[in-house]
């Protein structure tokens, strides 16, 4: 019997005690997946200010690992320390996860060998749907994300998203991306397209201090200066760039407790939409190329550009600061951009 590649499971929590102890039940439940043997846990807690530790360190045991930043470098910077501690481990591939993520059984058993029957899938995205805080599934099931599409006026969504379940998704395919919540990577992927260590990154320390610490033991998956929000968007984008494929496994099935929703913008946190505003445009600079088509230059970039901009200087003044500091980082986003057009692979 062929052996079943190791996976290295990291999740960042950030005052998540209220569910992470029942998303490690979850992973560890997984079908011919033994923990410390060809399953592995990393939890990296990004300076939660409740219990988020103390619940972690109840679930600690051989194959389950806990590291505390003292302060939190969001999404970005804390997946790329499970990046580094992933690439330095023996592992074939690495499982991004939300701590709001509950797997099925059979997850890994259903997605781990998508990435060993084509070279060039290098992710496989899973068929998500919206959970209660309980981890479980809503009835009737209602998707959550099917994979993310881009489309012609540069933008990107998760596909079904908010939809019953009527079994439209039911079949795997190729898609452009892959959620953050929830995505599984291969080895070769991740060393392939991990951005470069040299990366001009004095603005993004102005932006953001606390990631000018420790940064030799960061794997640079995923962009820094995204923070949180896009970025998995971004490394979707950079993945098709650099050759690889991302594969929709309908089968493998997890439960997501979503939040972030475009409907809820005015609900949402101040510093939410100012992050949305800043990476819409760090996402467009790493990686537009005019190959990508005229409609998309003339409706995704410029157009809703100016209508972006006009909004937040006549209604949402909070998110101004996603304009100053998108200028701020652009001179890094377009070092990333002719890093990328150097690797760039025809698909």
């Excluded at 190729?174 to 397209?193: H, N």
Aim: charged content about 20%; proline content about 4%.
């Amino acid at each position: 019997m062929k052996k079943l590649p190791s996976v290295f499971v990291h999740i960042v929590t950030w005052n998540s005690e209220e569910i992470i102890a029942e998303c490690i039940s979850r992973v560890i439940k997984q079908e011919q997946y033994t923990l410390g043997s060809n399953l592995f846990i990393h939890i990296t807690d990004n300076a939660s200010t409740d219990a988020t530790v103390g619940a972690v360190t109840e679930c600690l045991q051989e194959g389950i690992t806990l590291g505390c930043n003292p302060a939190n470098i969001g999404f970005s910077g804390g997946h790329n320390q499970g990046a580094y501690n992933f690439v330095n481990s023996k592992c074939d591939a690495l499982l991004v996860l939300n701590p709001d993520v509950g797997l099925s059984p059979n997850f890994l058993i259903s997605s781990i060998h998508r990435l060993s029957t084509q070279r060039r899938i290098g992710m496989v995205t899973p068929k998500l749907l919206r959970a209660l805080p309980s981890l479980e599934p809503i009835y009737p099931h209602v998707l959550d994300a099917c994979g993310m599409e881009l489309t012609a006026a540069c933008r990107h969504f998760d596909r079904g998203s908010g939809a019953w379940d009527n079994g439209q998704f039911s079949s795997g395919e190729f898609v452009f991306g892959a959620t953050g919540a929830c995505l599984l990577i291969s080895r070769e992927c991740v060393e392939s397209v991990s951005l470069p260590d040299n990366l001009p990154n004095e603005q993004l320390y102005d932006v953001y201090p606390e990631l000018d610490n420790e940064h030799g033991k960061r794997t640079q998956l995923f962009d820094e200066a995204f923070f949180a929000y896009r970025e998995d968007a971004d490394l979707s984008w950079r993945v098709r760039s650099l050759g690889w494929l991302c594969w929709y496994e309908p089968e493998a099935v997890a439960n997501h407790v979503r939040v972030v929703l475009p409907e809820r913008r005015k609900s949402l946190p101040a510093e939410l939409n100012m992050l949305g505003v800043r990476n819409r445009f760090l996402l467009q600079v790493n990686n537009w190329r005019f190959r990508d088509g005229l409609w998309m230059l003339l409706w995704g970039i410029i157009v809703r550009n100016i209508i972006v901009i006009a909004g937040v200087l006549l209604q949402e003044r909070s998110s101004l600061k996603g304009l100053i500091e998108a200028k701020k980082l652009s001179s890094r986003s377009r070092y990333i951009r002719r890093w990328i057009n150097e690797r760039r692979v025809a698909l």
